[in-house]
């Protein structure tokens, strides 16, 4: 019987660490490197919940950045530097 495949997200979470929010890809980075352990020790439920939160926190890492972004566009806009 072969393993299930779950994917880890650890691609999106140091991207997420090296280009927006390096708090939240730090807690993504994380949570992806329990994926590999927990299929290796049969919890294939325990991976999925942790690849589950790798991607979680890589979105509000994107989300934060793109906020912030914004923000930042929007005051270079408004006192016209």
């Known amino acids: 019987m072969s393993q299930p495949h779950v994917n880890n997200n650890m691609v999106k979470a140091i991207?997420?660490?090296?280009?927006?929010?390096?708090?939240?890809?730090?807690?993504?980075?994380?949570?992806?490197?329990?994926?590999?352990?927990?299929?290796?020790?049969?919890?294939?439920?325990?991976?999925?919940?942790?690849?589950?939160?790798?991607?979680?926190?890589?979105?509000?890492g994107l989300i934060g950045a793109i906020v912030v972004f914004f923000l930042y566009f929007m005051s270079l806009m408004v006192l016209g530097i």
């Open 15 to 60: 991207l997420v660490t090296i280009f927006c929010c390096l708090p939240f890809g730090i807690i993504a980075i994380i949570k992806a490197s329990e994926v590999n352990g927990k299929l290796a020790a049969g919890d294939v439920e325990g991976a999925q919940q942790s690849a589950a939160e790798a991607d979680k926190w890589g979105n509000y």
